[in-house]
């Protein structure tokens, strides 16, 4: 057990840090300080976007009720243009990975153009406000780097991206117009009407909507009553605009019925759930303010109720309900909340990587704090050996849904069945699980 752990008061009190120690200090003490990344000669700025680019899409979708019919029987289509922004997005960048020379070929990148937040989730060590967003130059920068790889799949990150809305609106027309698809979560407080639009209407391919429960509760603010208006619109747009909605729910101590209500709602409106279980920090983060008396971590007298939901939300996976995870990853929760994880094919590092707000880069989200030195773009530092050397003690600690995901994915067998199933569907499920 940690040392740090020691001051926690309850025995089964879930520990600061989940990482082996020596890992976790090499990455937390490293000698070198993090790089600085060097400056443009002249800060560099996105082009002023044009909006609207299709006032046609603004209107009212008069076919909506049949729109939404299509997609609870799972029937969602998708016009070819959009077919090709994803196979643009995931699948032409994962075969050029597969062939071309070398191991660095992002297919996937967090930017992080905020680390500052405007809820406060009491399990979230990810925000710090105290910290200045990314500038422009950088994000910019960024991209154009980004570009110059075989990476094609944009995830905006925070914190809440939308802090800034017309810089995330900048970087997503920016980068839509360079082929990217655009993944941007968010807590939806600031996702007013005219954000959806005009991220919509820049090309923002999906929306991870990010709720814990319908009502707010202590330590749990991300709540869908209070943004059940911008909910409604952007249901209402999405078959216009052609993107897609997601609910991103944390599995907690705290919320068992709220995850239940939360996946009936998403199945009436006919958008899929991805499920996380809440997790202490990987690495010990020093701003993070809610380690004591916390009571959103899942505590050993609570598997057994834990297990129970998983079981449900698996009879609702097998009875049709769409889910990103897999039945098979559904059921690795239950380990994992144990402890147990087996090595997994990781990717981090050199199928994805995050871009930290100064320009930094890191192998994976967990490792965010980390002073390790792994680079900044335009000048990357991820090496193999290092990243087989460290995953070697990470893996059996990591439960990170999307690196899992890519792991499943360069499985070549599981990726060309995945890739057929969806051709032979028309691509109605490109936002499905992968197994
Ligand atoms: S909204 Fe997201 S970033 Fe903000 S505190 Fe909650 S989990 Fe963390
Ligand atoms: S297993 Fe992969 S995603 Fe998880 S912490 Fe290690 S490097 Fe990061």
């Not at 200090?25 to 800060?43: C, E, F, N, T, Y």
């Not at 990810?126 to 994000?139: H, I, L, P, S």
């Not at 970087?171 to 996702?191: D, E, H, Q």
């Not at 749990?220 to 605009?241: E, S």
Request: contains cysteine.
């Amino acid at each position: 057990m940690p040392a740090l752990q020691e001051h926690l008061g309850s025995h089964d009190a879930p520990p600061s840090f989940r990482l082996d120690v020596q890992l976790h200090d090499l990455l937390k003490k490293s000698p070198a300080p993090r790089p600085i990344l060097v400056p443009g000669r002249q800060p560099e700025a996105f082009p002023e976007p044009v909006f609207p680019q299709h006032p046609e899409l603004m209107a009212q979708d008069d076919n909506y009720e049949a729109n939404l019919a299509e997609a609870r029987a799972g029937k969602r289509r998708w016009t070819a243009p959009l077919v090709y922004r994803a196979m643009n997005g995931w699948l032409f960048p994962y075969w050029k990975s597969r062939l071309l020379p070398g191991q660095f070929h992002p297919i996937i990148a967090y930017l992080f153009t905020e680390w500052k937040c405007n809820l406060d989730c009491h399990y979230c060590w990810a925000f710090d406000n105290t910290v200045k967003g990314m500038t422009e130059d950088v994000a910019k920068r960024s991209i154009d780097w980004l570009h110059s790889t075989t990476c094609r799949v944009l995830a905006f990150m925070g914190g809440e991206p939308l802090l800034r809305p017309q810089l995330v609106h900048k970087a997503s027309y920016y980068a839509a117009k360079k082929g990217f698809w655009i993944y941007m979560p968010t807590n939806a407080r600031l996702l007013r009407p005219d954000v959806i639009d005009r991220l919509a209407d820049a090309g923002v391919a999906i929306f991870n909507f990010a709720v814990d429960v319908v009502d707010e509760k202590p330590g749990l603010p991300k709540a869908l009553t209070p943004v059940r208006k911008y909910f409604d619109y952007l249901i209402r747009k999405q078959y216009k605009y052609g993107y897609a909605v997601f609910f991103n729910i944390n599995i907690c101590r705290n919320n068992h019925e709220d995850v239940k209500q939360l996946t009936e709602i998403a199945r009436e409106h006919g958008i899929a759930t991805d499920y996380h279980i809440n997790e202490s920090p990987m690495i010990e983060q020093e701003h993070f303010k809610h380690y004591e008396a916390n009571d959103t971590f899942i505590h050993q007298q609570d598997w057994p109720k834990v297990d129970e939901l998983i079981d449900w939300l698996i009879e609702k996976n097998q009875a049709g309900y769409k889910m990103v995870n897999s039945v098979k990853r559904l059921q690795d929760m239950k380990d994992f909340l144990r402890g147990k994880v087996e090595p997994w094919n990781c990717r981090a590092g050199q199928n994805s990587l995050i871009i930290r707000v100064d320009g930094t880069l890191a192998p994976c989200f967990p490792m965010y704090s980390a002073t390790h030195d792994w680079g900044t773009i335009e000048n990357h530092k991820l090496e193999v050996p290092q990243l087989n050397e460290m995953k070697k003690s990470c893996q059996t600690h990591c439960f990170s849904t999307l690196n899992h995901n890519l792991g499943f994915c360069y499985n070549d067998a599981r990726v060309i069945k995945w890739v057929l199933q969806q051709a032979a569907h028309g691509f109605q499920g490109v936002t499905g699980s992968f197994a």
